[in-house]
């Protein structure tokens, strides 16, 4: 997390600052963390999966590529794993529409 983190705090602009938005898994939210001065981090509530929604992004790669099949090893997993991300990031249109929360953009 510290080294993702990083990588963020890299990208963003001089002057400017970033909130990240995350869920409360132990790793996102240990007090052994160091923030980056240019991050803020902003927990989701616990157990709200319609605020997050990379929570359907998962959702529909098991639905479409990775659901109801046997693996044939670790290598066989990963292979998958990286062949269905390598799918959906071809696709940034699916990944828009499987974000987009209608009840965020009613007036």
């Not at 869920?23 to 319609?50: C, F």
């Not at 990379?54 to 292979?79: A, C, G, H, P």
Request: hydrophobic share 45%; proline share 6%.
């Amino acid at each position: 997390m510290a080294l993702h983190l990083m990588e963020i705090s890299n990208a963003v602009a001089p002057g400017a600052h970033a909130v990240l938005l995350l869920d409360q898994a132990g790793w996102h939210m240990t007090g052994k963390l160091s923030v980056p001065a240019n991050i803020t981090l902003l927990p989701l509530s616990a157990k709200s999966p319609e605020l997050n929604p990379v929570e359907n992004v998962w959702q529909f790669m098991r639905d479409n590529w990775l659901s109801n099949r046997v693996f044939t090893s670790y290598k066989d997993i990963i292979d998958h794993c990286c062949y269905a991300w390598n799918k959906l990031i071809d696709q940034p249109w699916r990944i828009t529409s499987i974000g987009l929360r209608d009840w965020a953009h009613r007036s």
